[in-house]
């Protein structure tokens, strides 16, 4: 079993940043991928953006390309997503996921893909 625990939400300005952190422990394997997901009131969850371990490349949605950055630390099982010129649309509570086995990219905006995720941490963007 893998737990994922989030932190770093809170809220924050229009135009302003956060970053988030997503800590892996439990049963020690190699993540195959990382993905964030956000889910705002009223909405369904939705694909952020995911990460290959191993290579460290990041997919992106269209949404937050060129404002979010996913990055890793992998000596403390850590990923993070940096969050710049954030909008009142990024409000949200965002949660992250893990997957162990390899599954293809373009399989990524699917929640039901991935195998574990973390309780979710709120971000609010305030005008």
């Known amino acids: 079993q893998v737990q994922l625990v989030e932190s770093g939400g809170g809220l924050v300005q229009v135009g302003g940043s956060l970053r988030l952190s997503c800590v892996a422990s439990?049963?020690?394997?190699?993540?195959?991928?990382m993905g964030w997901f956000r889910q705002a009131p009223g909405k369904e969850r939705e694909f952020v953006g995911a990460?290959?371990?191993?290579?460290?490349?990041?997919y992106y949605a269209d949404s937050v390309k060129g404002r979010f950055t996913i990055s890793r630390d992998n000596a403390k099982n850590t990923a993070f997503l940096q969050m710049n010129s954030l909008k009142l649309e990024d409000t949200a509570v965002y949660s992250c996921?893990?997957?162990?086995?390899?599954?293809?990219?373009?399989?990524?905006?699917?929640?039901?893909?991935?195998?574990?995720w973390g309780q979710g941490t709120q971000v609010t963007v305030s005008s």
């Open positions: 439990g049963r020690t394997f190699s993540n195959y991928a």
């Open positions: 990460m290959t371990w191993s290579s460290g490349r990041a």
């Open positions: 996921a893990a997957r162990g086995t390899w599954f293809s990219t373009v399989e990524f905006p699917r929640q039901e893909t991935w195998s574990y």
